[in-house]
């Protein structure tokens, strides 16, 4: 098994996040250019969230209105690779570059496309520490293990919380 292959966390939490607010700092400057106004840069991966464990890499989310998204697949295929092992759609494209320090993950999404849930996600982690603690365990136990059981394992659970959100969401807007 390839060492890619296996799901590692990071010894240092902290230094994880500073190189990852670091990078997150150059690529937004970089992506800047590339991006019209109504465009949304977020940091969404681990290292966005106070607490938790984390492999170490950086995971940002463009979001862009739909109209906007072909042309800027377009411009970042220019300038990122792209992550062969995810799936493209007209409203979902991921680029991925190993030869950044620390490893860089880019979700492009359509704003309100199927794909556009990992800013809920992360906002979900960052509103509750039982939620963090539950999402910790789940990467404690997958620590060394194959990289497939721990992503599979990890979809499961955003999933759930998507759910959960989406449920809390409407009880919200229920009239009273």
């Known amino acids: 098994m390839a060492d890619s292959d296996v799901f590692r966390l990071t ?11 670091r990078l997150f700092g150059e690529v937004t400057r970089e992506l800047g250019s590339m991006l019209p106004a109504s465009a949304e840069v977020l940091h969404v991966g681990a290292t966005a969230v106070p607490g938790c464990l984390t492999k170490g890499d950086l995971d940002i989310v ?6 906007d998204f072909l042309a800027v697949e377009s411009r970042f ?12 759609s007209d409203e979902f494209a991921a680029f991925a570059d190993a030869a950044r320090t620390p490893h860089l993950g880019i979700q492009l999404t359509t704003k309100g496309g199927a794909f556009d849930h990992f800013h809920r996600f992360i906002a979900a982690l960052r509103a509750d520490p039982e939620l963090v603690r539950r999402y910790n365990a789940l990467k404690l136990a ?19 919380v998507l759910r959960s959100d989406a449920a809390s969401s409407e009880s919200d807007h229920r009239p009273r």
């Open 77 to 88: 295929a220019k300038f990122f690779p792209r992550n062969a092992g995810s799936i493209r």
């Open 62 to 67: 463009v979001r862009v209105e739909r109209g």
């Open 11 to 21: 010894s240092d939490d902290q230094q994880a996040r500073r190189a990852a607010e």
């Open 142 to 160: 997958h620590h060394n293990q194959p990289m497939d059981r721990y992503r599979a394992a990890k979809h499961a659970f955003i999933a759930e």
